[in-house]
Nanobody
């Protein structure tokens, strides 16, 4: 049974920090590219950050979070992280983790249930 469980969300003041975790099970974590997405009320889900299959591999970020957020993964713990610093009110959203692998039969994509991040004074 595939599971992706996000944690670490909460209420934080502007300028504060949070560290999100995505704990996974039920699939071969090291073979999947991992990503964080977010969705604010009334807006479409958007990609926040992505990392390739290896911990030191390629990563990319949305322009809005570059220099503030850092994505990482620990293949030994089947877990991905998102360190969020200098948080702004516009970072308020539900944050989702995603696992993707392109196979010979098509794209396999798993999602977590999301964790709420609220940035407010």
């Amino acid at each position: 049974q595939v599971q992706l469980v996000e944690s670490g969300g909460g209420l934080v003041q502007p300028g504060g920090s949070l560290r999100l975790s995505c704990a996974t099970s039920g699939f071969t974590f090291s073979r999947y590219a991992m990503s964080w997405y977010r969705q604010a009320p009334g807006k479409e889900r958007e990609l926040v950050a992505a990392i390739s299959t290896t911990p030191g591999g390629m990563s990319n970020y949305a322009d809005s979070v570059k220099g503030r957020f850092t994505i990482s993964r620990d293949n030994a713990r089947y877990t991905m992280y998102l360190q969020m610093n200098s948080l702004k009110p516009e970072d308020t959203a539900v944050y989702y983790c995603s696992a993707k692998q392109l196979t010979t039969t098509g794209l396999v994509n798993y999602w977590g249930q999301g964790t709420q991040v609220t940035v407010s004074s």
